[in-house]
């Protein structure tokens, strides 16, 4: 099993501490407003951008892919676990995506597509940009190479 | 080509008379306005009618609209998927029909010509209908020229409801009253012990309530018995070389296609009452699709509204080569858990009824979430033993849903991709689904839900074999 670039933890967890920050600041400020007990509005602040930090480490620790022979699996998911095969017959086209914090610290995201629907589910983030191009390269001759004539539906 | 004349002058009437009616609505002395309206609709729709012109060029359907702005359509017709002949009661009147050309593009590409003499419509529809068919020939003989023979054959006839539109009326009417009325009469009990304040005023709401109940159970039966009657009134599909055509509809005629090839899976439907009386539908599921593009559309198409169950089975078996076993049930935890789910939702459903009648409801409303706790061993039961799958020698068959339960027969060489998900709450038990990911939308995929975790892994890659099997 291949795991993420350790960057992406990093990204993930201070996009969650800002995220988690607006939201708690929110609650905050409503809960000083209703209770006006000091104590509890420092909780409400800190509740959200807490969790949602820690869900972000276990995001990482749960985050692994594999290039198999014949398919692609994916598994991740923190409170719900999702593990996925997509066998490379299927594949349309793949795309690497790079975002522009993606770019300053030189990932990179892949993404699969299949005529099936759940797309979301086939992204690969956190990759270094070298891993994603050859990915990319891979998995397109891997494609090509099961397709033989088969339209893909 | 041009449009029909006749059809130009229901599109004057009908739009003018839409017009007028809408501003006399919101300003009733405008109706004095309806012949300047009249006058203005009339000259653009024959401005629009003269610069329609539609064509069939290299088995191309080229189409030229537009009165100020020029729109120029071009539709390959290997790319059509379906095209339609859609009538309703007034174009029957005129005699007029509307056909509309659907392709794989999505709705951006999609062609309507309103409207076309009804006999002229026909025949558009069996020309494109066989271009396509020798284009496709065409392509697959790397272009040899070879005579067209399979779009004109005559049909068979793979379905014909003849006497069972009394039954599917009947049901359908029956099963949505069943839904309705128990709404309704636990509405009933709940509003009237939420407003009564004495228990003569309390069993005079309930019966006013139960009056009402009735009165809109029966309206219900009859509108969605009356819906389906008119809707599926002569439904009949007929297989013509590869293509499933169907027709329906009383007052409004609709018809339209389906190529066998495109079927990605089916869908028998049988509903608590279907099941007790013995009776399923049969539905077949397309997906659109061309090479390059992301999206892909589904479309579901009725093959069979109602008939005995045996002879659902043995339509779907012409289909798909569908072998059915006995189905595997889930895990037994899982019925467990719907007990669980169930007993808690009534605790929940007690609280609320607790509290209502501390705040002034009658107590009777207790009732409510103690007829929950009740029927809950019941009901997961239920839920439970309609839930199923079963692995067939080509095709996966999958069951779910009480109410209305749906099996879902799905060919292994159709499956997109596989997914193992487990949600916070399965865990506890350690459950988990698998998701067959077939081509088209999100929510018409198969899910094989609660089975037990090392199970469903197991399963998973037995799933994946048979895939690779059907393929190579």
């Known amino acids: ?153 | 080509m041009k449009l029909s004349k006749k059809g130009m002058y229901y599109r004057i009437f009908a739009r003018s008379a839409s017009t007028a009616l809408i501003l006399a609505f919101i300003f009733p002395p405008a109706i004095l306005l309806f012949l300047p309206i009249l006058a203005l609709v009339g000259a653009y729709e024959y401005l629009y009618w003269q610069n329609f012109e539609f064509e069939f060029e290299e088995g191309d359907l080229k189409i030229t609209s537009g009165v100020i702005t020029k729109n120029k359509l071009d539709i390959p017709v290997r790319r059509i998927q379906d095209i339609d002949v859609n009538k309703n009661i007034v174009h029957r009147i005129f005699e007029i029909a509307q056909v509309n050309v659907k392709t794989a593009g999505g709705s951006t590409s999609k062609a309507s010509l309103k409207y076309l003499d009804e006999e002229e419509a026909e025949k558009i529809k069996r020309k494109l209908r066989e271009l396509k068919n020798r284009r496709e020939k065409q392509e697959e003989s790397e272009s040899q020229d070879i005579p067209v023979s399979g779009s004109q054959e005559e049909g068979e006839t793979f379905y014909e409801i003849s006497d069972s539109i009394w039954t599917y009326s009947f049901v359908t009417g029956a099963s949505s009253v069943v839904f309705i009325s128990l709404l309704l009469f636990m509405g009933a009990i709940g509003y009237s012990s939420y407003v009564a304040t004495s228990t003569s005023q309390l069993v005079g709401y309930i019966i006013i309530g139960f009056v009402l109940a009735l009165i809109g159970s029966t309206f219900v039966f009859i509108t969605s018995s009356l819906s389906v009657f008119l809707d599926f009134y002569d439904f009949k599909v007929v297989k013509r070389g590869d293509i499933f055509e169907y027709e329906k509809g009383l007052l409004n005629k609709k018809g339209g296609s389906l190529p066998e090839e495109k079927i990605q899976k089916l869908e028998i439907t049988e509903n608590f009452l279907m099941r007790r009386l013995g009776y399923a539908s049969l539905k077949a599921e397309t997906a659109g699709y061309e090479t390059g593009e992301e999206d892909t559309t589904t479309s579901t198409k009725t093959l069979i509204p109602l008939d005995s169950k045996e002879k659902v089975y043995e339509h779907a078996r012409q289909i798909g080569e569908l072998d059915i076993n006995q189905m595997n049930n889930i895990s037994n935890k899982a019925h467990k858990r719907y007990r669980h789910r169930y007993f808690a939702l009534s605790t929940v459903g007690l609280a609320m009824a607790i509290s209502l009648s501390l705040i002034g409801a009658h107590p009777v409303i207790i009732a409510l979430p103690i007829a929950g706790f009740l029927v809950s061993g019941k009901a997961s039961t239920l839920k439970w033993d309609n839930m199923g799958y079963s692995l067939g020698k080509e095709n996966l068959l999958v069951m779910n849903g009480f109410w209305t339960r749906r099996t879902y027969i799905a060919p292994y060489f159709r499956f997109q991709n596989l997914i193992t998900s487990e949600t916070i709450f399965q865990r506890r038990w350690s459950l988990a689904t698998i998701t067959v990911d077939t081509a088209g939308d999100k929510v018409v995929n198969p899910r094989i839900i609660d089975l037990d975790r090392n199970h469903a892994h197991q399963l998973d890659n037995k799933l994946f074999d048979k895939f690779q099997n059907s393929i190579y």
Request: hydrophobic share 45%.
């Open chain 1, 1 to 153: 099993m291949e795991r993420l670039e350790q960057k992406i933890r990093s990204v993930w967890i201070t996009t969650s501490i800002i995220i988690g920050s607006i939201i708690g600041a929110v609650l905050a400020l409503i809960t000083q407003f209703i209770l006006g007990i000091t104590l509890v509005t420092i909780l409400m602040f800190l509740a959200f951008p807490s969790l949602l930090a820690i869900h972000a480490y276990y995001r990482y620790n749960n985050w692994f892919f594999k290039v198999h022979e014949d398919h692609l699996e994916i598994n991740h998911g923190v409170l719900s676990k999702v593990s996925a095969v997509v066998p490379y017959v299927r594949v349309q086209h793949i795309d690497t995506n790079r975002g522009p914090i993606e770019r300053t610290l030189g990932l990179a995201s892949l993404r699969v597509y299949t005529a099936g629907s759940r797309g979301a589910d086939m992204r690969i983030p956190g990759l270094s940009k070298k891993r994603a191009e050859e990915m990319q390269e891979e998995l397109k001759a891997k494609a090509i190479e099961s397709e033989q004539g088969f339209d893909g539906v």
